[in-house]
């Protein structure tokens, strides 16, 4: 087990004007930060980011995006037989 009190923190915040590996198409934002742990010789990445919803229908492909549709129409039916 890695412990960030055991750890030298670093970070990485990419530009957005140039092309990076770290920068995926549709990125509004990202972070990207890296914990290194000297005695265990051991490096954790851990990498947060945001992504415009239309690069993300983009990414996820039709697939997806069906069958989010379909279960929201599932979702609707349920409620059609419930009385108030």
């Known amino acids: 087990v890695v412990k ?3 750890c030298e923190i670093y970070s ?3 530009d957005f004007d140039g ?3 770290f920068l995926e ?3 509004i934002w990202a972070f990207n930060f890296f914990f290194y742990n ?3 010789k051991r490096v954790v ?3 947060c980011c945001c992504f415009s919803k239309l690069a ?3 990414f996820l492909g039709n697939d997806v ?3 989010e549709e379909e279960e929201e129409e599932e979702e609707e039916d349920l409620l059609d037989d419930m009385e108030i």
Do not use: C, V
């Open 45 to 47: 990445s851990f990498r």
């Open 56 to 58: 993300a229908e983009e």
């Open 25 to 27: 198409k549709g990125a």
């Open 65 to 67: 995006l069906r069958e």
């Open 38 to 40: 000297r005695k265990l």
């Open 12 to 14: 990485y915040n990419p």
């Open 4 to 6: 960030i009190k055991d």
């Open 19 to 21: 092309d990076h590996p």
